[in-house]
């Protein structure tokens, strides 16, 4: 991946620690604006996928207003735009009135809401600096030998939380946070002992740990339970009048005396989910090392001193495992669309599968090069391993681009049924050439797989390339995508070479 | 020592380093890149330098030179 840093102070020694990255000549800090606003400068033109924009308030002479018009603007090259909140650095005299405290807030809220308007990620260094503080993160020497801010700690911190920023909006983040009972989610054993768990001393530890993990749960993260323990015992626990999680928190709960690597696998095959799309957390190591050389699930360390339970849960689990930009419509809804999946497959077993797809009352919507949810399409394009034709991952740009472009069409669909709606959960984008039409991208969310969506879809495609007399699919294999290895060909396509399907549609 | 400066001088110019190398030699050890060195070189050995040394110390041996002193 390629960066470009552009700033309005020395940025330069961030570089030696953004080592993964390819970092391209940035613009010198007293030209930054001029590049910004030269839709010839490398800015535009260069091949880099990012341009990190760090804005040093202290320092800053231009306008706020015209740098964030100025980075919409260079927003439209495709890029992806990583952008500071401020932070006054409290050595200024302009610090020691109120004054900059509210102008503080008002900047970073003009900040978050340009951010969210435009798709731009921030990078979140007022965090870093009330988690910090001044003095770890400046070096007073540097900046008037170089006018360079920030101590090598500071740039680490920097590059640190840019790093975690690009990580997790190029990788999927996982579905499921799996967690044992004793000793996790509260204090003790609950079939031997009173529990530690309340609002005050250690018991407190373990509340906020559990408020935190209802909040992830609200963000559209599943969760599971995964305890050697006596299902009344567990039940009780989460009875608990302390306890902020209860039952229904929960999609699945195993609380039994399997070995829990089983019941790791029982979770992933009762939710459709793939293994690594699971985080266990456990505190006895033996469990942990079990799971972890046993299933594809992530197992992270578990905390050593119970103290930071809460800050580690933050920073080693939610910010590398479940980090979110964007919570779209489907992440909010997803704890009720998957209990409906559970519903669904306990009817299912009671009648045919004719019967069965018939009492579901399934309605289907198609968007049409629509822009509405396009925050999803992008999600699913980078979410779907298995029925995924191509498997070809696209962000929020690239797929704007293919609405905006006469040679593309982008088709959505959106799936209720009498138990759940349960959003966009199926994509496809078609280039139209001459006669052709291919099939960039068919994807579909295993959520609804064996719903016959995929056919309805293939109609609707068909339907929108009524002037094309060829539709050319493509099969692109990926590990995780065999299930759909014969789908054109079980679909009336013809295969003309290795991955190539065709089928006249004129 | 020696060992020592030249991986943390060959991580922050990104390219081999002797003993001989010195400012403009690689080319981007350049006035900024001797104090990113000079940064890299304090984190890493948590010893702080003054002002001074620091912009005299401009090659792999008198940065030892000045370490050793």
């Known amino acids: ?506 | 020592m020696q060992e020592k400066i030249i991986k943390i001088a060959s991580e922050v110019f990104g390219c081999d380093i002797s003993i001989d190398s010195k400012i403009g030699n690689p080319e981007n050890w350049d006035s900024l890149g001797q104090l990113n060195l000079f940064m890299a070189i304090e984190n890493e050995l948590n010893q702080k330098f003054n002002p001074d040394d620091i912009i005299k110390s401009d090659s792999i041996k008198k940065i030892i030179e000045l370490i050793e002193k």
Not at chain 1, 175 to 198: P, R
Not at chain 1, 325 to 340: C, G, P, R, V
Not at chain 1, 391 to 417: G, L, S
């Open chain 1, 1 to 506: 991946m390629q960066l470009e840093i552009i700033s309005n102070i020395n940025m330069d020694s961030l570089k030696y620690h953004l080592k993964d990255y390819e970092i391209l000549q940035n613009c010198s800090y007293g030209n930054y604006m001029i590049d910004l606003l030269d839709t010839n400068s490398s800015l535009y033109t260069s091949n880099s996928d990012v341009v990190v924009c760090f804005l040093d308030i202290d320092t800053l002479k231009e306008d706020i207003t015209d740098i964030l018009n100025a980075l919409k603007n260079l927003k439209k090259s495709g890029k992806i735009i990583i952008l500071n909140s401020v932070s006054f650095y409290p050595k200024y005299i302009d610090t020691y009135t109120n004054n900059t405290i509210l102008k503080e807030f008002e900047i970073n809220q003009q900040i978050i809401n340009f951010a969210k308007e435009n798709n731009i990620l921030i990078l979140d260094f007022y965090s870093i600096v009330k988690e910090y503080g001044a003095i770890e993160l400046y070096d007073e020497k540097y900046w008037y030998l170089g006018k360079i801010k920030f101590s090598a700690k500071g740039f680490k911190l920097i590059a640190s939380k840019i790093d975690t920023i690009l990580t997790s909006y190029k990788q999927s983040a996982k579905k499921c946070l799996v967690l044992d009972l004793d000793n996790t989610l509260w204090g003790g054993v609950i079939a031997e002992d009173e529990i530690q768990l309340s609002n005050e001393g250690v018991g407190s530890i373990y509340q906020e740990f559990q408020s935190s993990i209802k909040k992830l749960k609200d963000f559209g993260i599943l969760l599971a339970i995964n305890s050697k323990n006596n299902l009344d015992d567990a039940l009780e626990g989460l009875n608990h009048p302390s306890s902020i999680l209860k039952k229904d928190d929960f999609i699945i709960i195993k609380a039994n005396w399997e070995n829990k690597n089983q019941n790791i696998q029982n979770i992933a095959h009762e939710l459709n989910i793939a293994e690594d799309a699971l985080v266990f957390i456990d505190d006895n190591q033996v469990e942990r090392e079990l799971v972890s050389n046993t299933t594809q699930a992530v197992v992270p360390d578990f905390v050593s001193d119970i103290y930071q339970l809460n800050k580690w849960f933050i920073q080693d689990v939610v910010y590398p495992y479940f980090y979110k930009f964007q919570i779209t419509n489907e992440d909010l809804a997803k704890q009720i669309q998957y209990k409906a999946k559970l519903q669904r497959d306990k009817i299912s077993k009671q009648m045919n599968y004719a019967e069965f797809l018939k009492s579901l009352e399934i309605n289907l919507t198609f968007y049409i090069n629509d822009k509405k949810y396009i925050q999803r399409y992008a999600q699913l394009t980078q979410k779907t391993n298995q029925f995924n034709l191509t498997t070809k991952r696209y962000t929020v740009e690239d797929i704007e681009k293919f609405i905006d472009d006469k040679n593309y069409n982008v088709i959505a669909v959106e799936y209720q049924d009498k138990f759940a709606k349960e959003g966009i959960i199926a994509l496809a984008i078609i280039e139209k050439k001459d006669k052709e039409s291919i099939i960039d991208t068919f994807l579909l969310s295993c959520r609804v797989l064996k719903r016959d969506v995929e056919k309805q879809l293939i109609k609707q495609i068909e339907k929108l390339c009524q002037k094309s007399t060829i539709l050319v699919g493509e099969y692109q294999e990926t590990q995780r995508n065999i299930i759909v290895k014969d789908f054109y060909k079980e679909l009336g396509f013809k295969k003309i070479d290795d991955n190539k399907y065709i089928k006249d549609i004129k």
